[in-house]
């Protein structure tokens, strides 16, 4: 599975962006995406995810700003981030994962994008 992500850039902080992640190189349901952002100075941060039955999950830090949405046919996830703040600064990542394992949990995806750029000015 090729990822590509695409959507970041310079934003003023309460401003949004919708980030986006195209997948190819596979059919079907075969892989669950989900986003990671690496904000310097903290570890890698699972931030939203597809689970296998089809919901989505948010870390707790992030589930009032960040929204998922899917465009099934491209296979493209959309990950909306409302209300920027200048610690949302970062490299945000999408990565794909096999059907189980605990999807905010960087171990369990096999494949990863290069990521796009997200800065958030105060």
């Known amino acids: 599975v090729h990822l590509v992500e695409s959507g970041g850039g310079p934003v003023t902080a309460g401003g949004s962006l919708r980030l986006s992640c195209a997948a190819s190189?596979?059919?079907?349901?075969?892989?669950?995406m989900g986003w990671f952002r690496q904000v310097e100075g903290k570890e890698g941060e699972g931030v939203a995810c597809?689970?296998?039955?089809?919901?989505?999950r948010y870390a707790d830090s992030v589930k009032d700003r960040f929204t998922l949405s899917e465009d099934d046919a491209e296979k493209i996830l959309y990950l909306q981030i409302d209300d920027l703040k200048p610690e949302d600064t970062g490299l945000y990542y999408c990565?794909?994962?096999?059907?189980?394992?605990?999807?905010?949990?960087?171990?369990?995806?096999?494949?990863w994008g290069q990521g796009t750029e997200v800065t958030v000015s105060s």
């Open positions: 597809l689970v296998a039955n089809g919901a989505y």
């Open positions: 990565a794909a994962r096999f059907k189980y394992g605990d999807c905010l949990q960087p171990a369990v995806y096999v494949n």
């Open positions: 190189g596979y059919s079907g349901r075969e892989y669950y």
